[in-house]
C-alpha cells in the first residue's frame, strides 16, 4: 500500500500569513500532485511534478507555489494567504508506468482568517 | 473550464436498487478513465477504472460503461448497500507515463443507499 504522509494535518493562519505544507511519499512515485476540494467543485488540480526539480500548473495555480526537493518531498507555498484558500488540501503520489493509481495522503485542513 | 462533467450531484437509492453515476468529457486525448471514491472524513481512493479499448468494465457489483462516440462513461453500483454510501468521483487522464500524467475529476455524486 502506498503512503503518503501531510503534515500539517490541521492549520489556522491569519489573512496574509505565509503557510507551507508538506507532502511526503516513501513509494518512489514519480508524480506528486497538490490538489484542493471544496464542496460543489470536487478535486481540483493546484500544480504537481514528475520527478526532483520539475514543477507542472496545474488548473487552479493562482496563489500558489510548489516545490519538489528530492523525489520523495513535495511542497505547497501560501505566500500571503486569503480566505479564499480555506479548503482541505489533499497531496497525492502515482508511478508513470502502467499501475498509473493515484494514492491521495489523509489531507490538511487550512482555515484562513 | 471544465473538462469532466458529473452527474448528478446527489443520489439517494433504496438497498437493493443499482445506482447510475453519470460522467462525459471533452478532450479527445482522454484515454483512461477511473472512479474515485471517498467515505465521510477519508481520501479519495481508486475503485474501479477503464481505457477505452472496451466498453465495459465489471468488478464485483460495479460497472463501467463507456461510450467513446458519445464522450461519456458511467458507474452503475448494482444491489447497492448501505456501506455504499459515498462521496464518488469520476475522472479522466491521458494513459501513464511521459510527463504529463495527471487526474481531472468531476465535481463528484453523493451518493446515500437507504435500508
Known amino acids: 500500500e502506498a503512503a503518503v504522509t501531510q503534515s500539517p494535518r490541521n492549520k489556522v493562519t491569519v489573512t496574509g500569513g505565509n503557510v507551507t505544507l508538506s507532502c511526503r511519499q516513501t513509494n518512489s512515485h514519480n508524480y506528486m500532485y497538490w490538489y484542493r476540494q471544496d464542496t460543489g467543485h470536487g478535486l481540483r488540480l493546484i500544480h504537481y511534478s514528475y520527478g526532483a526539480g520539475n514543477l507542472q500548473i496545474g488548473d487552479v495555480p493562482d496563489g500558489y507555489k510548489a516545490t519538489r526537493t528530492t523525489q520523495e518531498d513535495f511542497f505547497l507555498l501560501l505566500e500571503l494567504a486569503s480566505p479564499s484558500q480555506t479548503s482541505l488540501y489533499f497531496c497525492a503520489s502515482s508511478d508513470a508506468g502502467q499501475n498509473t493509481e493515484v494514492f491521495f495522503g489523509k489531507g490538511t485542513r487550512l482555515t484562513v482568517v | 473550464q471544465q473538462q469532466v462533467r458529473q452527474s448528478p450531484q446527489s443520489l439517494t437509492v433504496w438497498e437493493g436498487e443499482t445506482a447510475i453515476l453519470n460522467c462525459s468529457y471533452e478532450?479527445?486525448?482522454?484515454?483512461?478513465f477511473p472512479w474515485y471514491h471517498q467515505f465521510p472524513g477519508e481520501s479519495p481512493a481508486l475503485l474501479i477504472a477503464i481505457r477505452p479499448v472496451s466498453n465495459k468494465k465489471e468488478d464485483g457489483r460495479f460497472t463501467i460503461f463507456f461510450n467513446k462516440r458519445e464522450k461519456k462513461f458511467s458507474l452503475h453500483i448494482a444491489d447497492s448497500q448501505p456501506g455504499d454510501s459515498a462521496t464518488y468521483f469520476c475522472?479522466?487522464?491521458?494513459w501513464g507515463g511521459g510527463s504529463n500524467y495527471k487526474l481531472t475529476f468531476g465535481k463528484g455524486t453523493l451518493l446515500t443507499v437507504t435500508p
Open positions: 475522472a479522466a487522464s491521458e
Open positions: 478532450d479527445s486525448t482522454f484515454d483512461y
